[in-house]
Structure formats: structure tokens, C-alpha cells
């Protein structure tokens, strides 16, 4: 399984950048989806989730600002991240798992990518 993303990069504040996630190795259009972060001395969290049915959730401190989509025919999940604030500044990881509950917890995730940073200023 691999999972590998892309588009991280600095930007000023208000500006937007989507990432993107390439997985292979695993029936991607079976699989949940999501984006979380990890911001220096802080806690993994949820960002954004999508199921393999195609419904959505997102962090509240997100919600209006990232929309997440999914694109089965080429194995891709993307993040679209606008009205970007410094406390976004983190490194993204994509992550992949089966299914099941707690959508945006990072526990129920089997499989993850090395991550991309996004820092704001």
C-alpha cells in the first residue's frame, strides 16, 4: 500500500492550495478517505473525511474553507483549501482505511502517506 501526496507549499494568508493524494496498492474506491494534519507539539487531528460512498466531513474549524473530493478512476483524494490562516500551518497526510466509525479519528486509519507541509503566514 502507498499512499502519496502532493501539493503543499507557503502561502500568505487568505490565499488556497489544493492537495493531492495518489494511493495504490488497495481497492481505493472501497476505501474511506481523509486528510488530517499535525501542527509542531501538537495532536494529530481530523481535517476532512470522505467515504467510499462519497459523504463528506469536516473538522468544525475547517467547514466553509476545504472541500474534499474524490476521484476513483484515478486512485486520487485532493483537499481544497481556501481563505487559508496561519493556524492552518501543518504538515497533511493523506490516510486510507477499509471502513468504519469515528470518521476523522487518525486511530482507525490503517494506512497513511508521508505527508505534505503547508505553512501559512
Known amino acids: 500500500v502507498q499512499l502519496v501526496e502532493s501539493g503543499g507549499a507557503s502561502v500568505q494568508a487568505g490565499g488556497s492550495l489544493t492537495l493531492s493524494c495518489t494511493g495504490s496498492?488497495?481497492?481505493?474506491?472501497?476505501?474511506?478517505m481523509a486528510w488530517f494534519r499535525q501542527a509542531p507539539g501538537k495532536k494529530r487531528e481530523g481535517v476532512a473525511a470522505?467515504?467510499?460512498?462519497?459523504?463528506?466531513r469536516y473538522a468544525d474549524s475547517v467547514k466553509g474553507r476545504f472541500t474534499i473530493s474524490r476521484d476513483n478512476a484515478k486512485n486520487t483524494v485532493y483537499l481544497q483549501m481556501n481563505s487559508l490562516k496561519p493556524e492552518d500551518t501543518a504538515m497533511y497526510y493523506c490516510?486510507?482505511?477499509?471502513?468504519?466509525?469515528?470518521?476523522?479519528?487518525?486511530?482507525?486509519?490503517?494506512?497513511w502517506g508521508q505527508g505534505t507541509q503547508v505553512t501559512v503566514s
Open positions: 490516510a486510507a482505511r477499509r471502513g468504519g466509525s469515528y470518521v476523522l479519528s487518525p486511530a482507525t486509519y490503517n494506512y
Open positions: 496498492g488497495f481497492t481505493f474506491e472501497d476505501s474511506d
Open positions: 470522505i467515504a467510499s460512498d462519497g459523504t463528506t
